[in-house]
């Protein structure tokens, strides 16, 4: 038998299994090569058999058999250590070893190969091919007697001073005895070899010098009861001799010719009955007769028409069924004497319809009458005529003046109908109006039951709640914002940040915070220094006073000393100064005096350490402001 090592083994040939079960590849010599995993030194290479010698060699394990490592007529076989030569095999199910823990293959259609599955094992359990799972062997020992100690039966072990116990074969208990059973106990201290008792009736075979003359019948052997007529010698005593009763046949409780046999002891049997027949008669005595065949002969029985009705059939004397045959016409609506007709013969089928203007009415149907003598006009109306004849309510779009006001109910308003049956149709009439809330009303009028946007169960966190002229809850003006869930469109919403902070926005420091509105608050956060070029979007342009006054701002640069801020642009006259902006607000102005007084401002918050929105303003004051008019600008600045 050839096992494919799994495991890591030593330099030396010893190993002890660190449980690992690397994938594996035989090459040519007896050699394997793990794949599953790569290794660094030879100890990772250690797969616990104490015949092979173990390599780490660039990253892969390679296990190699030991020439002369076993005892006589055994050889090392990778994974499973001292054994017979490998079996030969065809195909995989050649391979099939019992042991529950290895994967049995026929590698290239030659030999097989066993390979150990350590995850199939139990806790602190290892896979061995020539064994199964066992307990996991100690890493560290001294001698092999530390190697599972009083367990003979799992082999004898090896003590590598620096790898621990390593398997090297199963326990030899053949004593080429064949009137012995040879088999291994470790709670008997290890091979068993006890004498041959093939039926387990404690008597040794007459082939290992016993007296059990058949050791394949635990009933036979000396001292048996000795049965009369079996034909069987029970007591291992040639001499008994076997006394048997005359069979023949006899007549049963039920009156059929059965049969006698003889019993063990030589007396009489019981009279056994005959097989059921196909005669109308119980020939088994068991209560039935012809059982086992399709029908009693000579009975009858129902069965199913070709037009669904119920029909009666024979059984003939071969015990099949003749033809069905079809049952009389009944006042049932349906056809029994399959002849597509229902109920001929009567004056109508029983169950359906007429049209009742062919029996003079103006509308309705006609039902035939249950026992099929004629047409019942209960249904039929007058309905349809465009007259309110008696009980009609109404009749066509004839409603006699009514109205959902005037019927009663307590309806509001709606539009009155009348129906095919010429009965007031208030499916369009409504309560909606009346003040009142009236089921299925949500609401009436400014009638909101108590309710607003946070108690209707719809998720909605404020706002305002309405009632709509169908008295339902108009929620337009809910909104979910406050209702502590971060919906679509929101990035926060009341204590609930989504986990943010002022330094995950990008941010040095500070407090972040949710706006009424859900938005992100970043006016309590700190920014690193906000000086640097910042394009502006839109564009500050504007002229007036024959051109005196002229601005064209595309960019403003901010240089804040920590203390101060300074704003200034090429396109606007003056630079503008006010406290610096580390805090995340802007506030800054200057003023150009002359014949006509200048004065600039910027005001805004950063909302991201490279972005900030706000507003742009020129004011302008004096005799030769010609045409100038106060402007603002909308702006955001963008970082460059």
């Known amino acids: ?81 001292c054994g017979p030569a490998p079996d030969p095999c065809a195909v995989d199910d050649d391979c099939e070893d019992g042991v529950r823990c290895t994967l049995d293959r026929c590698r290239d259609g030659t030999f097989c190969e066993f390979d150990p599955q350590h995850d199939l094992c139990g806790e602190d359990e290892i896979c061995l091919a020539a064994i199964g799972c066992i307990p996991r062997p100690p890493e ?12 003979p039966c799992l082999g004898t072990w090896y003590c590598d001073p620096e790898f621990g116990c390593q398997f090297e074969s199963l326990p030899d208990c053949d004593d080429d005895d064949p009137c012995t059973v040879d088999s291994c106990d470790d709670d008997a201290g290890g091979c068993v070899n006890a004498p041959l008792d093939g039926d387990g009736d404690t008597y040794i075979p007459e082939s290992c010098g016993g007296d059990d003359c058949d050791d394949a019948n635990a009933d036979v052997h000396p001292g048996a009861v000795e049965i009369e ?14 006394t048997c009763c005359t069979p023949g046949p006899c007549a049963t409780s039920c009156g059929t010719e059965g049969h006698r046999g003889c019993n063990p002891d030589g007396s009489p049997g019981p009279c056994e009955p005959p097989a059921e027949a196909c005669n109308g008669i119980d020939d088994d005595c068991d209560g039935a007769s012809d059982e086992g065949f399709a029908c009693v002969a000579g009975t009858s029985g129902p069965c199913p028409t070709s037009c669904g009705s119920t029909g009666s059939r024979s059984c003939l004397g071969d015990c099949t069924w003749d033809l069905c045959v079809n049952p009389p016409e009944a006042c049932n609506g349906v056809d029994d004497d399959c002849d597509t007709a229902c109920d001929d013969g009567f004056a109508c089928c029983a169950g359906t319809t007429r049209d009742c203007s062919s029996l003079g009415w103006f509308a309705g149907a006609a039902v035939c009458a249950g026992d099929c003598s004629g ?46 049956d010429c009965r007031f149709d208030t499916s369009l009439c409504t309560r909606c109006g009346n003040g009142t809330i009236d089921p299925p009303e949500e609401c009436d009028g400014t009638n909101l039951g108590g309710n607003g946007c946070t108690t209707i169960g719809r998720g909605f966190g404020g706002g305002t709640l309405r009632c709509a002229t169908d008295c339902l809850f108009d ?166």
Do not use: K
């Not at 030194?41 to 173990?54: E, K, L």
């Not at 309905?383 to 009514?402: F, H, V, Y």
């Open 229 to 242: 007529c079996n034909g069987i010698d029970d007591d291992c005593d040639p001499a008994t001799v076997e």
């Open 140 to 151: 560290s020992c001294v001698s092999a007697d530390d190697c599972l100690p009083g367990r």
């Open 375 to 420: 047409w019942n006009t209960t249904g039929c109306t007058n309905c349809g005529n465009g007259t309110i004849d008696a009980p009609e309510q109404c009749d066509g779009t004839q409603l006699g003046g009514a109205a959902c006001t005037t019927i009663g109910g307590g309806w509001a308003g709606g539009t009155l109908r009348c129906a095919s």
């Open 1 to 81: 038998m050839l096992v494919v090592a799994a495991g890591c083994a030593t330099s030396e040939g010893h190993d002890s299994d660190d449980g690992g079960v690397p994938d594996v590849v035989v090459e040519d010599g007896g050699e394997t090569v793990d794949a599953g995993w790569g290794c660094l030194i030879d100890r990772d290479c250690d797969d616990g058999i104490a015949c092979t010698v173990d390599h780490c060699t660039d990253g892969v394990c390679t296990h190699v058999p030991c020439a002369d490592c076993c005892p006589e007529g055994l050889q090392c076989l990778v994974g499973y250590g």
């Open 475 to 640: 929620t337009s003006s809910c909104t979910l914002c406050g209702n502590g869930v971060i919906d679509s469109g929101e990035q926060c919403d009341g204590f609930n940040l989504d986990h943010q902070n002022c330094v995950g926005l990008g941010f040095t420091g500070g407090t972040l915070d949710c706006t009424t509105g859900c938005l992100f608050d970043t006016s309590a956060c700190t920014r690193p220094d906000p000086s640097g070029t910042y394009d502006i979007t839109p564009d500050v342009v504007y002229s007036c006073a024959y051109g005196m006054v002229s601005l064209n701002a595309t960019s403003l640069a901010f240089a804040d000393s920590g203390s101060s801020l300074t704003v200034s642009s090429s396109g606007i006259p003056c630079p503008m100064t006010g406290p610096s902006a580390v805090g995340g607000s802007i506030n800054v102005t200057c003023t150009l005096t002359g014949t006509c007084n200048e004065t600039y401002s910027v005001v805004g918050t950063f909302d991201s350490p490279t972005h900030w929105t706000g507003t742009v303003t020129a004011t302008f004051s004096g005799s030769w402001c010609v045409d100038c008019t106060n402007r603002s600008w909308s702006v955001s600045g963008t970082l460059l």
